[in-house]
């Protein structure tokens, strides 16, 4: 549930109630403002709770950890917890002589810090769920799922879009200054901030395309170890999302460079210079949006369970791709995906070469489009959009 006007459920909630029956503790993590806090306290609306962005609980984790968790004897929930990073020795010491089944929840927005400390100090004692921006099916069931893919694109699905009367080009600029800026300059040294404004823009407009460095280096007047150390910033503060490809041994000779997606659309909207709805029925990058918004549904559908991302793409050096792999750790399920409203005629050609190379032509695979009818071609389901919000989640 959310603390708001609206009340939305989480997917994510029974998963974490899940997980807190079998672990002593259960970290959320994510992007800021995509709900953390406010799903880890309805979750757990009897623990007490603190945030070590407060600069005096901060303080008091850092100089007396001990003395701060033996106040909380039955356990508290803490939010940003890799702020203070001693903190998670002294959790270990106190889950292995008490173990308590979800006696601690923490939150945290940084990749590098929350999960390389749980690494270090509790591996094995932690139920982790990666909660990104609200999804399609939660949007459905609070009936707040707009039948406009363009608005949907254009706003994005960060929790604060649903419960205020908010515009992208009020709240995504503050969303930038506030948080990622900060968050990067905590991360590393940043001396050029105008460069690094400059280069997320240069990610946004490379959405849905192998990442090149040495280009977005160029481009941006920085070098290439810059260059891939900003990705690696971005990537965990959960900005954005880097997909793997396949490494399918039915052809060898496939690309082996990631594509480049954005955890929301309605950033990469705002960073591509899109301020209002019309300009994105006829923007360049309108299909590659589409794209990472459908990417985007499977991924947080992934995470909402508990699971690894475990998508990938596929595209061999002749050019030859499918946009997206289902991996469920025995077969690979195809997903292909147009932003069209209508099926071309070669719309297929890729899925149907895909199937007769890796010997899965029987096996169902997926078309989703900017349309609106369901229909099917063999094997191949073909899929509007907004039938995800059902699709995914079964």
Known sequence: MCYCRIMIRRTAHDTIMRLARGFPVVAITG????????????????????????????????SDPRGL?????????????????LLFS????????NLVPGKYVLTGSQQFGLLSEITQS????????????????ELESAGKLTDDVDRLMLYGMYPPFYDRDLAPSDWLPAYV???????????????????????????AARTGQLLNLSSLASDCGISHN?????????????????????????????VKTPKLYFIDTGLAAWLLGVREQ???VFHAQRGALFENLVVMEFLKARFNKGQQADLHFWRDSKGLEVDLLLDDGITLKPVEIKSGQTIAADSLVSLKKWCDLSGTSGRPAWLVYGGTSELANGNIAIIPWRKLASEIVA
């Open 122 to 137: 509790l591996a094995g004692r932690v139920g982790l769920v990666q909660l990104l921006p609200f999804a399609m099916n």
């Open 226 to 254: 810059t260059a891939a150390a900003w990705i690696s910033v971005l990537e965990a503060s959960y900005v954005v999302f880097l997909l793997r490809p396949h490494f399918s041994n039915f052809n060898k000779r496939m």
């Open 69 to 85: 968790l033996s106040a909380y004897p039955d356990g508290l929930i803490i939010d940003e917890a890799q702020r203070a990073p």
């Open 31 to 62: 992007p800021r403002q995509s709900g953390k806090t406010t799903l880890a306290r309805s979750a757990f609306p009897h623990k007490p709770y603190l945030t070590l962005e407060d600069p005096d609980t901060r303080l008091l984790a850092e």
């Open 177 to 203: 200054n506030t948080y990622i800026e900060r968050d990067v300059r905590q991360l590393i040294n940043v001396r050029d901030l105008s460069a690094f404004q400059r280069f997320i823009r240069m990610c």
């Open 278 to 280: 019309e300009q994105l």
């Open 90 to 97: 002294y959790l270990q010491g106190v889950v292995d002589n």
